[in-house]
């Protein structure tokens, strides 16, 4: 039995030590004595009731007969944490807080059933697209998989479940790839526009639209990466800002990590506009001896930084432009730069690898389409 420092009794595992925090002690699982500190008596013992609980509902002291979603979801994330990167984690935190909890999170694992599940994804596709309700589902299905593998069930109710898109779901998703690129005609005065403008993110579009990288990518950049006399460019981490989704729930945190794929670690060579562009950068004002581009407060670019200052930037163009341009997203630039190659002629496993995509099958179906200029010019071949 513990005490505090003027010798009041606390309760088993509890004291106070000499600099006034109370600390608590227990034997997790593994028979490992651990320790948990804090200034208020009622934060350790809560921290304390929280690490035994969930030391004994990850090891499998707790009935599983009586194992909630909600507790199923505290095993599974922990698991998770382990083996994807962590904006992967904070998707699925999300998604489970704000779509599945409310539903399912108080139901016993063993009482949900594939109706429940279904019904469940058909109200979701009312309010929220396809790929949303399809990510939803692959959440409740893989911790449903894992359940199984745990023992806690014996069979997974969302396994064999077919999330069917409408037909509106698939037009939508034809157009889109049919228009996810510019013409030769809006990059020029999309990009004279931004010269012009003086834009502040014209160099890095610029540099995306003439090098195929992802946007993280670019901004994860840094001089290292870049091989002047053999002009070519290392591509080998991205770079990202989101909400750190844990208890607190409220920090930011920006940090580098591997690319998408493990093919997406790649060389790529220098084309001359990217030789020249990577020439003036070095000595602008916005770059440092690590970054390659830095923000006007001489911070790294950021996905939801550059998403932001592009769509900032094409509405101003169409406010003051007569020839209005499409709401195009910097994913738009990699598309862009793979139809220009592919109309140019350069083979499709070169423009692959230019990309970083893991087969050939991904780029010809993702860049199908070919721009209308040269469709207009093939159809004369039949002139022949």
């Not at 227990?26 to 948990?36: L, V």
């Not at 208020?40 to 809560?46: F, G, N, Y």
């Not at 994807?84 to 699925?92: D, M, N």
């Not at 109200?123 to 692959?138: F, P």
Request: with cysteine; proline share 2%; glycine share 4%.
């Amino acid at each position: 039995m513990g005490k505090d420092l003027n010798g009041k009794e606390l309760g088993e595992g509890l004291c106070q030590i000499k600099d006034g925090r109370y600390m608590a002690r227990y034997t997790d699982y593994f028979g490992k004595r651990k320790s948990i500190y804090g200034k208020k008596l009622k934060e350790v013992k809560e921290k304390l009731n929280k690490a035994v609980y969930e030391d004994n509902l990850y090891n499998g002291c707790i009935d599983s007969n009586k194992l909630t979603l909600d507790e199923l979801y505290k095993i599974w994330i922990i698991y998770k944490k382990k083996i994807v990167k962590g904006s992967s984690a904070v998707t699925y935190a999300y998604n489970y807080d704000n779509h599945i909890k409310n539903v399912f999170g108080m139901r016993k694992i063993s009482s949900i059933k594939r109706m429940d599940i279904e019904n469940f994804l058909f109200d979701l596709r009312e309010d929220h697209s396809y790929r949303t309700v399809k990510l939803i589902k692959n959440i409740i299905n893989n911790m449903l998989k894992f359940a199984v593998k745990n023992n806690y069930i014996t069979y997974n109710v969302c396994n064999d479940i077919e999330l069917t898109g409408t037909k509106e779901d698939k037009a939508k998703r034809i157009m889109q790839n049919e228009t996810k690129y510019l013409t030769d005609k809006q990059v020029k005065l999309f990009f004279d526009y931004c010269e012009n403008s003086r834009v502040k993110i014209r160099n890095i579009l610029k540099f995306m639209l003439y090098t195929g990288l992802r946007v993280g990518e670019a901004c994860a950049l840094t001089w290292n990466d870049i091989n002047f006399e053999e002009r070519y460019i290392y591509v080998n981490k991205t770079f990202t800002q989101y909400a750190k989704y844990s208890e607190e729930r409220k920090k930011c945190e920006s940090y580098t990590q591997t690319p998408k794929t493990e093919n997406s670690i790649r060389k790529i060579p220098m084309c001359d506009i990217i030789y020249d562009l990577l020439e003036t950068q070095k000595i602008s004002k916005y770059t440092n001896k690590n970054f390659v581009f830095l923000s006007i407060r001489r911070k790294p670019y950021t996905t939801y930084g550059i998403t932001r200052s592009l769509e900032f930037a094409v509405n101003k163009f169409n406010e003051t432009q007569e020839e209005k341009l499409p709401n195009f997203t910097p994913h738009w630039l990699r598309h862009t730069f793979a139809t220009m190659c592919l109309d140019k002629g350069i083979a499709p496993k070169v423009v692959q690898m230019y990309l970083g995509h893991s087969d050939i099958q991904t780029t010809m179906n993702i860049y199908t389409h070919v721009s209308d200029e040269l469709m207009s010019g093939e159809i004369n071949k039949i002139n022949d």
